[in-house]
């Protein structure tokens, strides 16, 4: 038997390796193209897709066979075809699906006659959603996107694509990618690309991903950047309360009924579909696919995303995806795009054997020749002709990737892009490149680098940044950091490095030392920027700091399956700072809030001059965690379970004259839980405390992160109106909880005018307890996605002591 399976396998190689092309054009009765048309061998698991054109490209071994052409909306088309060398042109006309509404009677409550099938298809969705226990196929991704038309500045910045294009319409990107999908219950998959290929990029991998979108599932995941909510299928377990269905009538295909069913929403601004469902009559299983997702759809970032989808028969009584294409178009920013990403599912294996360990935490993997074919090789394999402009950008980007290499022609680029604007300098710094020593230089805008304390007084912190990459997974940074207070009359100076290595694992050695300015609080709760407004205008000097000669030496590994582990040591020759300038610019009265540079609420004076050694070992584990895997590298892509993380800090006595003796841990859990339509649920929890505290600076306390200003700290990791130090603790326990709900559109998208905006609620609760003299918790709600990136909270708090207090928080996008 293995020697007639061997020759089985010898004959099917060879005949296949004299495969002829079959190619040819589908076009409708009046002329029109038909793009993206599903061509397959009757019978078999072969089949392709056309390209935009309408052309397709079918390898077949000589002899005779019954093509079959499909298109979402036309009559499928048998043809009965002989393949001989060295080509077969076989071109399809397609003719519009003939619907007819006499098959169907309506009953006397004159209820459109989709609705019943609807209910159908719900309730052998799920059988159809778990009927394969394990499949594999191959799979061909082609993605493109094109620009209409795009600003000539962005933030002050020129849009340049160094292309040697001038024309405001160009393709920024192209890729193609062969891979095999394995598939088995319950919810194990694993894709491995054997081929990929980006136009210009030469050793890129891309970011087409093999994966179904079924809508089989009531929930559809097509992005998080698009909707965190998801979208809620036609056939749904709950659909009818979310479409309106219209039967547009049924055709006959290989003798089974096929319904059509307009799809529309019930409420707009709600996350559903709009255009038409085909299904098969007593089957109930999804025939082909055509709907749309729009702004109304609660969709972010694309303006509309259509997708289509062609099922086809595997066995009889088995039914596959053969084609999806997603077509999105997106106007943001001045850039005007459009794309089409289209994939081909063929030969599938519905009884595949996996060897034991075959699915683990790799989800996606690249072999490491993927990126590596010629040319040649994808003439041969592509199932999907390419366009004549998509030819043209190949030949074009390829030739203008060779001219890349030449690093006179990279420092060329440079030059022209590498010059210092406005914008740059005041508001949002820059970042130069040397591209042929693939490296960096980028500072800090003005507005970070000059601010005010009243005890520097107007100060200047100037932080630029040298990177360089030698790999993919090599790379080395470094940070001077220069500054200076024109009051006090201190100049400070470090230099912060870090080497970030490792190819199964990220590892990283980070070092600094010199003199550094710090808070009292080295997680840094008080933003200078926000300081400087609230000391010049409104008297309160929140910032609270020092200086220290020091020296810091981290180190991360990161062991893989979700494991990492950090060590730190840190020493600190800490001197104490007094208040120098008393400059103001608001109301007289307001002046009398000034403090002195230390914590009042917590002590009496100012700390003294002492030195600081510790040491730290921290552990994180999310279990569960996914990965892709490239060939140098891998991508973390989280994890459904939460992050746990324990830390523990010895404050070393006598070593290097170190004054400080204490022990402090903690434990913390950390996760966020999408619960699709009614939004991401945030929780942080962690719990900690002194071991030892024979000798504590105040510097070493446990602080908990404060905010009495009206810009918003770090969500889950502070709060929102807690004093900066008054409730700081040596104590041996303590706990905190930050929680908040992000409801994404559910709720405001009922709200008239309201869900036009497109803004989102959110809530939640932020508490800690050291003892019950010492306690703090507060309620918030508020809005966010105002303009894309605002958010607003009104919060409420409460604590020790009859602390009560209730204001206003704005936040940023980036400081979630």
Known sequence: ??????????????????????????????????????????????????????????????????????????????????????????????????????????GN????????????????????????????????????????????????????????????????????????????????????????????????????????????????????????RGFISPIADHALSFYRYKFM????????????????????????FSGFISIVEDEWRIHSIDLMLTKASQMELADTLRIEHMYVPVTKDVWMIHSQVLYPSVNLLGFDATGSFVTVYSNYNLNPSFKKGFFNNIVLKYDSASNKKPRAFWDTVRPVPLLDDEIMDYIKKDSLELVRRDPAYLDSIDRRKNKFTAGGILVFGQTFSRQSKKSTFSYPPLIEVANFNTV???????????ARRFSETQSIAFTPTLRYGFTNRHFNADLSGKYVFGKRAHQSVAISGGKRVFQINNENPVRPIVNTYNTLLFGDNFLKIYEARFGELSYVQGVGEGLTIKAYVSYQDRMPLENTDNTFWGKSKNLSRRTPNYPTELVAENFSRHQALTGSIT????????????????????????????????????????DIDFDRWKFSVKDDINLKLLGVFDYNISIGGFVNDRRVEIQDYQHFNGNQMLVATEYLNSFQLAPYYARSTTEPLYSTLNVEHHFNGFLTNKIPFVKKLNVYLVGGFNAFVVHKDNYYYEVFGGIENILKFLRVDYVFGFGSNGFRNSATRIGFRVFN
């Open 1 to 106: 038997m293995k020697k007639l399976l061997l020759l089985l396998l010898l004959i099917s190689a060879v005949l296949w390796a004299k495969a002829v092309p079959v190619k040819g054009i589908i076009k409708d009765f009046t002329g029109n193209i038909l793009p993206y048309s599903s061509i397959v061998v009757k019978g078999s698991f072969i089949g392709t897709t056309a390209n935009n054109e309408g052309k397709y490209l079918l390898n077949l071994p000589a002899g005779r066979y019954t093509l079959q052409c499909m298109h979402v909306g036309y009559k499928m088309l048998e043809k009965e075809i002989m393949v001989e060398a060295p080509e077969t042109t076989v071109d399809f006309i397609l003719s519009m699906q003939e619907l007819t509404l006499k098959e169907i009677v309506i």
């Open 109 to 228: 409550n004159a209820e459109d006659p989709a609705y019943e099938i609807i209910r159908q298809a719900i309730q052998k969705r799920p059988y159809y959603k778990d009927q394969v226990e394990a499949f594999e196929c191959e799979v061909y991704i082609k993605g493109q996107l094109k620009l209409k038309d795009y600003p000539a500045t962005i933030f002050g910045q020129k849009v340049d694509f160094s292309d040697g294009d001038s024309s405001r319409q160009k393709m920024i990107y192209l890729s193609e990618t062969i891979a095999t999908y394995s598939f088995q219950k319950p919810g194990k998959e694993k894709a491995v690309v054997t081929s990929t290929r980006v136009s210009g990029q030469g050793e890129s991998f891309g970011f087409s991903s093999p994966r179904f979108i079924t809508f089989y599932d009531n929930n559809i995941q097509i992005s998080n950047a698009l909707n965190p």
């Open 249 to 272: 009538g049924s055709f006959q295909e290989n003798g089974r009924i096929i319904n059509r069913i307009k799809v529309m929403p019930r409420r707009s601004f709600e996350p559903l």
């Open 456 to 466: 520097e007084g107007f100060n200047l912190n100037f932080a630029p940044t040298y």
């Open 619 to 658: 552990v994180s584990y999310r279990p569960g965690t996914k990965y892709i895997q490239l060939p140098e590298r891998r991508i973390n892509l989280g994890s459904k379970y939460p992050l746990f993380t324990a830390s523990y800090t010895k404050g070393l006595n006598g070593v290097l004259g170190s």
